[in-house]
C-alpha cells in the first residue's frame, strides 16, 4: 500500500520513499507518494525519482494500481530503475502540479455559480472545462458568471483540501 502524502499536504514538493516493487511494466510503487495519481479527470502528477547514486529518473505520470492501494510512477522512457528497497527522492513538477490546482480550485468556485448538474470535466496543465446538464443556453450569461467568478476570487476565501 503507497501513503499518499498530498492528501494531506497538497504543497509538499518532495519526499523520501522506500521502493516496493517493480511492476513487469516497468511502474515504480512506493511506500508512500507525493504525486497525486490520476483521477476524477485530472491527469497524475510527473517529476523525478532521485536515486541513491544521484541518478535521475524522469516521471512521465502516475496511476493507479488495479485495487488502487497502490501509486504507481510511470518512468519517461527506459530507465535503469531502482532496486526493491532502495530510498528515493521524489520531486514534483512543481509548476505543472500547481497550475492544475489553480485550474482545480476555480472550476470549483463555477460549480458555486452555475445551477445546473455538472456531467462531466477535465483538468490539464493548460486548462480545464466542466460540462452542465443546461436545458436552455441563454440560462447562463458570460459576463455575469465572468463577474461573480471575479468576486469571488477578490473575496480570498480560504481553500481547504
Known amino acids: 500500500m503507497t501513503e499518499g502524502l ?15 516493487e517493480v511492476n513487469d511494466r516497468g511502474g515504480v510503487i512506493l511506500d508512500r507518494s507525493n504525486f497525486y495519481a490520476t483521477g476524477g479527470g485530472q491527469p497524475g502528477d510527473s517529476g523525478t525519482l532521485t536515486l541513491a547514486d544521484g541518478s535521475g529518473i524522469a516521471i512521465a505520470t502516475t496511476v493507479y494500481g488495479e485495487d488502487r492501494s497502490q501509486i504507481v510512477h510511470v518512468a519517461e522512457d527506459a530507465a535503469t530503475l531502482p532496486a526493491v528497497g532502495e530510498t528515493v527522492e521524489l520531486a514534483l513538477d512543481w509548476p505543472r502540479r500547481f497550475g492544475m490546482m489553480r485550474v482545480h480550485t476555480a472550476l470549483h468556485l463555477m460549480c458555486a455559480l452555475v445551477p445546473f448538474p455538472v456531467t462531466g470535466g477535465q483538468i490539464s496543465p493548460d486548462g480545464g472545462r466542466l460540462d452542465f446538464d443546461i436545458d436552455d443556453p441563454g440560462a447562463i450569461d458570460k459576463e455575469t458568471l465572468q463577474a461573480g467568478l471575479q468576486e469571488l476570487v477578490r473575496a480570498d476565501h480560504v481553500i481547504s483540501q
Open 6 to 20: 498530498f492528501r494531506e499536504d497538497a504543497y509538499l514538493k518532495t519526499c523520501t520513499a522506500t521502493v516496493l
